[in-house]
């Protein structure tokens, strides 16, 4: 089974490699959003400089949306990652937006946010600790058994 999978949220680690690389006897295509964290707080850049910066903010969003809402739209899953140094607030707009979609998902995130996220989690289709979890999920809906 061919299968797009979005990789959404926090971008400080190796996550996404490990994921990837777990997964590379399989027929499956990644996307993500742009994980260079100034360029995607500069993607509005070029449409005129602000003077606050909620208006950069609020223009380099906007940009930014237009990458991420079709590669959502676009994927079979997506894998929602929320680390422990940063709240990723976009992760978790991400994973209402699959969830609004009807698109499956599944959160990635240590036990010790559980709390926080119960509702993220309680529309995710599977919670998993690590990435080699995701992989053994995303490895068992591709097998024909």
Known sequence: MSLTIYLSGEIHTDWRQRIIEGCRDFDFS????????????????????????FWRDHKS??????????????CD???????????????????????????????????DIIHPLKEVDAAALAWATSPEQVVEVLKYVASDN
């Open 30 to 53: 990644f996307s993500s959003a742009v994980t260079n964290h100034e360029a995607s707080d500069a993607a509005g850049d070029v449409l005129g400089d602000e003077a606050k910066s």
């Open 61 to 74: 969003a906007k940009v930014n949306a237009i990458r991420t809402k079709n590669l959502i739209e676009k």
């Open 77 to 111: 899953v997506a894998i929602i990652r929320f680390g422990d140094q940063y709240k990723q607030w976009n992760a978790a707009f991400d994973a209402g937006y699959c969830a609004a979609l009807g698109k499956p998902y599944i959160t990635l995130h240590s036990e």
